[in-house]
């Protein structure tokens, strides 16, 4: 009873453990497709419209619910060329929405995700990090609605560091390659135990087949025996 219950708990880990191998796999794999599918370094990777990005500064860490730290996964609406030229500034304004932008800076072309804050006279977008340290003051520089490339939606904290260091080349081998070899050895292991048992299965079944054999094959000369036995009495009786 007890070797059951741990084979059953052994046969748990192993479904909880592949469901969580196969999860991190797909995962990866999002990430990998929607990185391929940037046509351009002026691009957010996304699928479908719906965009990532790692935070890599503190410019946005603050006191505002939505606030961003460093190592956040942030998940991003990328707008399309028509989205940008009908994006209402006031809108996001008013919102207190975060939005990316590209540093017009040719040598640098980093993306840059502030809040946006207000409106100048002449209608540009003012943005401005959370960090009241590193940035007190507003952006120098104001935006159009066309230089805005993503709208923020949502993070998970944390996660961008993860992402981060599974998509480098120590931590593919380590989530992803090591993991899939113990696997792929498991399965190898395990299946060798199964054809070893198969066959001994098979060995037992044609032993026992043999043995049955063997015993009509005896009832049978006992049966003879007794049949010649009987008929050499019964001449003996009528002598």
């Known amino acids: 009873m007890e070797v059951k ?21 797909l995962t ?18 996304n699928l479908f419209g719906l965009g990532y990005l790692t935070v890599e500064s503190n410019s946005m860490e603050g006191t505002e619910e939505d606030s961003l730290f460093v190592g956040d996964l942030i998940f ?3 707008l399309s060329k028509k989205e940008k030229e009908d994006l209402d500034l006031q809108d ?30 002449d209608g540009l977008l003012i943005t401005k ?14 935006r159009g609605g066309t230089e805005i490339i993503a709208i923020y939606k949502g993070r998970i904290a944390g996660l961008g560091k993860v992402i981060n ?53 005896k009832e049978r000369e006992r049966e003879q025996l007794k049949k010649e036995l009987l008929e050499e009495l019964e001449k003996e009786r009528m002598k």
């Open 76 to 78: 991003v609406k990328v």
């Open 5 to 25: 219950k741990t084979n059953q708990t052994l046969k748990v880990f192993k479904i909880i453990g592949l469901v969580v191998f196969y999860t991190i796999i």
């Open 129 to 142: 990090g959370d960090n009241p340290n590193t940035n007190p003051t507003e952006d120098a520089v104001k």
């Open 165 to 217: 260091f599974m998509q480098s080349p120590v931590g593919f081998g380590v989530v992803v390659v090591l993991p899939m070899a113990l696997l792929l050895i498991f399965q190898g292991i395990t299946l060798t135990k199964n054809i070893f048992k198969l066959r001994e299965d098979k060995l037992k079944q044609q032993l026992e087949v043999e043995k049955e054999a063997l015993e009509e094959e």
């Open 92 to 121: 996001l304004v008013d919102k207190g929405a975060i939005v990316t932008f590209f540093d017009r800076d040719p040598d640098v072309r980093k993306r840059v995700t502030h809040r946006a804050i207000g409106l100048t006279e």
């Open 28 to 45: 990866l794999l999002l990430f990998a497709i929607s990185t391929l599918a940037q046509k351009s370094e002026d691009q957010v990777p």
